[in-house]
């Protein structure tokens, strides 16, 4: 599982589209086509380069979950994203 | 004034000689100096059904192309994929047949070369492939759909092969079918165009004169159990439905940021939606009460 203080920012063969909170993902390489719903489409918008943690606490501001479990959720989801080739880690500076 | 875009009669058995020659195909007119092509190379069916006349026909883009014959490429292969990529105003089209280099214009209007097989097999491929990136250049797309022309509007039924695509054209028994598994669709005076391309197997459904028509809507097929049904799709279910369908042989980040947006207008412009079909039970009362709510 990704650790907290990892950074993730969208694969650049990755297109994608937020359209009335859901987003459509197109991952080129892989010929696939995602599509993603309400908070899972908000977490796509913030991973940009910005911590696992950043992104979880992002998410208890602005929805009723617990810090905890919003970190479990995230790094499951983002896991989720990278193994799709949507998402990759970024190489700590 | 834009006028409303109107349906078009094919044209038939459409036969190319040496020379100048000038059509509409797929949304584009094509005019082709065709003087080192040797006599054995001509535009025949099933081509010609999906040509229409230049003057009236909708369409997106303007294409200048001298057509040269290159006796290294092999004039007949079995399943011939087409690639292409774009460099700046520099378009390329190419597969084991064909070759061609354009160059843009501006204003929809592009001028090139294309080297080719000497057969009727490269000859299409170059029309088939010119017209297809031309199209997603102008902002429309190539669809993997059936084309149903029913009452004067094109119906596209969209979803993977073996979905029941060419069934559902039969199901609407009202209906004419205008393209069996690829269509352009672009946008063109006051709404969007559906204009039918070569390939496929032919449905049972009855064949449409028609090579281009108004496009009323998009429909992603599924197999029902008791009774067909509509459910119209809005935002990103509509996004992954058009989506879904596209045919693209250029495979940039930049081409498919160009298809998304593409996507994008065309769910705002015509309906899009879900349809399950079960055999036995006819679609045209469907279709058109749908039609008519709209």
């Known amino acids: 599982m990704i650790e907290p203080n990892a950074r993730v920012r969208r694969h650049e063969r990755v297109?994608?589209?937020?359209?009335d909170g859901e987003a459509l993902l197109v991952v080129l390489d892989e010929k696939q086509l995602h599509r993603i719903n309400g908070v899972g489409a908000h977490v796509w918008e913030l991973c940009d380069g910005r911590t696992i943690d950043a992104i979880a606490r992002a998410?208890?501001?602005e929805y009723d979950v617990a810090a905890e479990r919003a970190l479990a959720d995230v790094r499951e989801f983002v896991g989720h994203l990278i193994e799709l080739g949507a998402l990759v880690p970024e190489d700590p500076p | 004034m834009l006028s409303p875009p109107s349906a078009g009669r094919t044209g038939g058995a459409r036969r190319l000689r040496s020379g100048r020659c000038?059509?509409?195909?797929g949304g584009v007119v094509f005019e082709l100096l065709m003087n080192d092509v040797g006599p054995d190379v001509q535009l025949d069916e099933p081509m010609g059904r999906f040509c229409a006349d230049a003057t009236?026909?909708?369409?997106?883009?303007?294409v200048s192309c001298t057509l040269q014959h290159d006796a290294s490429l092999p004039p007949q292969v079995g399943g011939d994929a087409l690639w292409m990529a774009r460099d700046g105003d520099t378009l390329r089209v190419g597969?084991?047949?064909i070759q061609v280099e354009l160059q843009a214009l501006g204003a929809g209007r592009y001028r090139g070369r294309a080297r080719l097989a000497s057969s009727n097999q490269a000859l299409e491929a170059v029309l088939r492939g010119v017209a297809a990136a031309l199209v997603e250049a102008e902002g429309g797309l190539v669809l993997h759909a059936c084309g149903l022309e029913l009452d004067g509007r094109a119906v596209l039924f969209v979803g993977p092969s073996g979905v029941g695509k060419s069934t559902a054209t039969c199901?609407?028994?009202a209906g004419h079918c205008f393209a069996y598994d690829h269509v352009?669709?672009?946008e063109h005076g006051s709404g969007p165009v559906a204009w039918g391309l070569p390939g496929g197997s032919a449905a049972a459904?009855?064949?449409s004169s028609h090579a281009h028509l108004p496009l009323s809507r998009i429909l992603r097929i599924r197999r029902g159990q008791d009774q067909p049904r509509l459910q119209r799709c809005d935002g990103a279910a509509a996004l992954f439905v058009i989506r879904e369908s596209v045919e693209s042989a250029e495979p940039s980040q930049r081409g498919e940021q160009a298809r998304l947006s593409a996507a994008m207008r065309l769910a705002t412009r015509v309906e899009v939606g879900e349809l399950w079909t079960v055999l036995g039970h006819s679609l045209t009362g469907l279709l058109r009460e749908a039609g008519a709510q709209r």
Do not use: G, M, N
């Open chain 2, 95 to 97: 597969s084991r047949q």
């Open chain 2, 22 to 25: 000038r059509f509409a195909f």
């Open chain 1, 15 to 19: 297109a994608a589209r937020v359209v």
């Open chain 2, 56 to 62: 009236a026909a909708p369409t997106v883009a303007h």
């Open chain 2, 171 to 173: 199901l609407a028994e």
């Open chain 2, 184 to 186: 352009a669709v672009f």
């Open chain 2, 205 to 207: 459904a009855p064949r």
């Open chain 1, 59 to 61: 998410l208890v501001d």
